[in-house]
């Protein structure tokens, strides 16, 4: 008994001793930081770190991507320390810096009498393109209740920038400080203002090159826009991001107790804040106090959204704002990005089987990423892996989309 006792106090004299070195020292407390991060290590660079899967039934689609968007074929490496998607979901807008863009307001009247905000980045000082009548245009659409001033529209606008081309962000109606004129905000599933919005600025420069890209909800109703014009579009090509394939799908994770108390909420409050300040023009129609009371984004969709654009029901609007209903019938090419971890869009409802029957469309899935995540690096302040997906793929579309509508 005696020689345990002596053996324990040794050791425990010991291990003192190692706990008093520290991390600066060689003994078992730097063996086991030492151990545990090559573990880490390991674990990050066999699981965690991989080559995106992509989806594209076009070989000559594929080849082109292969060599004028390469980062699509890469190893994408998500930030060591946060890769997890809801966590990279929440962080990303506090950790990315929010680059200054100086834009031009446009306000567009509508045929229903409403009217629609447009912030332009006209990049005039473009080098490369010094003749406006024939720069280069991206059409930007935020998510849900996201404007021109969201960190991932300034981060594309950024890149944009650099490659001498102009920008134009589409503000849903009532969100970016503009005045409802009617009683009618907007959905995923009607692309009314959408359209108007495409013609007023082609028509604006219509030997242009023009091209758009959607985030979010943004992308949803660009893609329902597609699927509902086919080619007959001036845009040459369209870029996704993170995009709810499936509403009912969406709406069940977000659902979920952690996701709900995560994501949910918030999102449902936000919806209810973009609407508030134009309480009086709405409650024409609506019974605000009972809007006002969801708890969640389909409650808020069964009162106000599926109601304003005439729904029988919350699944006739769901069914309806389903970009994977429409997918067969774009007729550009356009490149979609998830991640499989993305609560918004969740794995199982990617239609991959349907985007290989359609050859102009091509889905890049990563492992990681979240929703509108996809930070890399130690420190990802400034550059993620979907403005880099972003960057490349509209210059290969401006710069050699001749190699791909000959599809």
Known sequence: ??????????????????????????????????????????????????KPQLVASNDRFCRFLEEYCPVVTETYYPTIW???????????????????VQYRNELIKTADGGQ???DWFDNNDSSYYPDASTRPTILLLPGLTGTSKESYILH??????????????????????EELLTPRTYCAANTEDLEAVIHHVHSLHPSAPFMAAGVSMGGMLL???????????????AAIFSAGWNVFESVESLEKPLNWLLFNYYLTTCLQSSISRHRQMLEKLFDMDLV??????????KQFTSVMFGYHSIDDYYEDASPCRKLKSVGIPV??????????????AIPVETAKQNANVALVLTSCGGHIGFLEGIWPRKCTYMDRVFKQFVQAV??????IFSM
């Open 156 to 177: 594309m606008i950024h890149q944009s920038e650099t490659l001498g081309y102009r920008c134009v962000v589409f503000n849903n109606r009532g969100i970016a400080g």
């Open 335 to 348: 490149l979609c990005l998830n991640s499989v971890d993305d609560v918004f869009s969740p794995a199982h």
């Open 1 to 50: 008994a005696m020689d345990w006792q002596v053996l324990t106090r040794e050791l425990s004299l010991y291990l003192e001793s190692q706990v008093r070195v520290g991390f600066l020292g060689s003994g078992v407390g730097l063996s086991l930081v030492l151990g545990f991060g090559v573990a880490y290590a390991c674990y990050y660079l066999n699981s965690i770190a991989k």
């Open 398 to 403: 401006f710069e050699h989309g001749n190699k």
């Open 82 to 100: 946060c890769w997890e998607g809801r966590v990279q979901t929440l962080l990303r807008p506090f950790i990315t810096s929010r680059p200054q």
């Open 116 to 118: 629609i905000s447009l």
């Open 223 to 237: 893609l329902n826009y597609l699927g509902k014009t086919g080619r007959d579009t001036p845009l040459m090509a």
């Open 292 to 301: 006002m009371k969801a708890r969640t984004v389909r409650e808020f969709d």
